[in-house]
């Protein structure tokens, strides 16, 4: 399944994730300029190298804006044009900004505790967009997303439920994260599923913590008489 729109509306421009997009969509286009020596001290200085020593806390930044491929980079911005958009405009640019980056250093930091002895860099937009992605679960729980979906060797597209989109990527990630806990080969490469996993559970729960632009125009013009 891969989701291609919502069918909630948006009642202004999504500047935000726009910016973001094309700033992770800028980032990845200069990594492709690079020879594969660069491409690897770059990666390396601005991933997350769990067993960096010592540790350079701004990657957990910079990280989620670095991506493997085309697939890689493609595939995370489409999620995050797809979520992203309804939950910039329901909490505000600002606070979407500062929730986006939040989610993201929490999802870096939960593939550090789960993941400490690795030596190659942990990089993507996904664990902050997991945080989007569980931000909507709780916000738009009712509202249905259009779907690509393959059925053996067709292709069709059909309106699915958010909740159940959501949920089934997240008990996929979770199911693929527990069975990765007995790996102890740090040397290979693969999905940082406990970044995605912290970032939705963290996005779940710090949306409650943004509250709609709305509820706080109205609790600002509630208090402005008598200020």
């Known amino acids: ?76 911005m489409l999620y995050l044009w797809v979520f992203g958009r309804n939950l910039e405009d329901l909490i505000g640019r600002f ?3 500062a929730f986006y980056l939040l989610c993201g250093v929490i999802a870096g930091a939960a593939q550090i505790i789960f993941n400490p002895f690795s030596n190659l860099p942990t990089i993507g937009a996904s664990g902050a967009i997991a945080g989007v992605m569980g931000a909507y679960l709780i916000r738009f729980p009712r509202s249905r997303i259009i779907s690509l979906i393959f059925i053996v060797f067709f292709v069709t597209t059909m309106e699915l439920p958010a909740a159940l989109l959501l949920l089934f990527w997240f008990a996929m990630q979770f199911l693929s994260g527990v069975g990765s806990l007995g790996a102890t080969d740090y040397n ?40």
């Open 188 to 227: 290979t490469g693969g999905t940082a599923y406990f970044a995605h996993i912290g970032g939705f559970l963290a996005g779940m729960l710090l949306i409650r913590f943004f509250p709609s632009r709305h509820r706080w125009r109205n609790w600002y013009e509630e208090r402005e008489p008598g200020s």
């Open 95 to 97: 606070r979407y900004l």
């Open 1 to 76: 399944m891969i989701p291609l729109r919502s069918t909630e509306r948006v009642s202004s421009p999504a500047l935000v994730t726009g910016s973001l997009i094309a700033i992770n969509l800028a980032v990845f286009l200069f990594e492709t300029q690079l020879s594969q020596p660069d491409l690897n001290q770059f990666l390396g200085d601005w991933g997350i190298v769990p067993d960096q020593r010592p540790f350079r806390v701004v990657t957990l930044l910079t990280s989620m804006f670095l991506h493997g491929g085309w697939l890689h980079v493609l595939g995370n």
